[in-house]
Antibody, heavy 113, light 112 residues
Framework: QVQLKESGPGLVQPSQTLSLTCTVSGFSLTSYSVHWVRQHSGKSLEWMGRMWSDGDTSYNSAFTSRLSISRDTSKSQVFLKMNSLQTEDTGTYYC???????WGQGASVTVSS | DIVMTQAPLSVSVTPGESASISCRSSKSLLHSNGITYVYWYLQKPGKSPQLLIYRMSNLASGVPDRFSGSGSETDFTLKISRVEAEDVGIYYCGQLLENPYTFGAGTKLELK
């Protein structure tokens, strides 16, 4: 059974760094890409980046150099790190297996002091 | 960036009737390999999105065959026949052809 689960802090202070972990099961990270997708409350979906099965990464330029995605295949985990957080980064962060045929439950993140 | 434009933004349907949602892309989503990289997702209230249709017209695993996808290189349609209560939610089209992958604004389906 394919599963993804996001974990991380629900509250981050402005200017700080967000660190999220996506733990997957039921498939191998060396066979499937994993995406990170953000959703502001009541809004549409925003693609952030992708960890390819070969370990390469792709990023949405909208996040310029703030975003970093990495992985630990031995632990079946994909990591998202985004720095210089602002209040507009508040939202729900999802990881999803390519082609987004399986999603995590989402991690709600609030940026506030 | 490829812009995905959905219409309508909301639709109200009588159970048992059919519904259609349109999506238009600002650029052809047809790859040289012959695959059209448009996808349809449904986000039920309070839930994560789920894949309905992949590569324009292929039904995702476990999705009822009441759902179907069709289209051309830039114009796409999701059709739901015999709408049921469980179909309520927001439908998104998305393109996975090129970076950045983008989604439409969503179409909210409600029951009359």
């Amino acid at each position: 059974q394919v599963q993804l689960k996001e974990s991380g802090p629900g509250l981050v202070q402005p200017s700080q760094t967000l660190s999220l972990t996506c733990t997957v099961s039921g498939f191998s990270l060396t066979s499937y890409s994993v995406h990170w997708v953000r959703q502001h409350s009541g809004k549409s979906l925003e693609w952030m980046g992708r960890m390819w099965s070969d370990g390469d990464t792709s990023y949405n330029s909208a996040f310029t150099s703030r975003l970093s995605i990495s992985r630990d295949t031995s632990k079946s985990q994909v990591f998202l790190k985004m720095n210089s957080l602002q209040t507009e980064d508040t939202g729900t962060y999802y990881c999803a297996r390519n082609p987004m045929d399986a999603w995590g439950q989402g991690a709600s993140v609030t940026v506030s002091s | 960036d490829i812009v995905m434009t959905q219409a309508p933004l909301s639709v109200s349907v009588t159970p048992g009737e059919s519904a259609s949602i349109s999506c238009r892309s600002s650029k052809s989503l047809l790859h040289s390999n012959g695959i059209t990289y448009v996808y349809w997702y449904l986000q039920k209230p309070g839930k994560s999105p789920q894949l309905l249709i992949y590569r324009m017209s292929n039904l995702a695993s476990g999705v009822p065959d009441r759902f179907s996808g069709s289209g051309s290189e830039t114009d796409f349609t999701l059709k739901i026949s015999r709408v049921e209560a469980e179909d309520v939610g927001i439908y998104y089209c998305g393109q996975l052809l090129e970076n950045p992958y983008t989604f439409g604004a969503g179409t909210k389906l409600e029951l009359k």
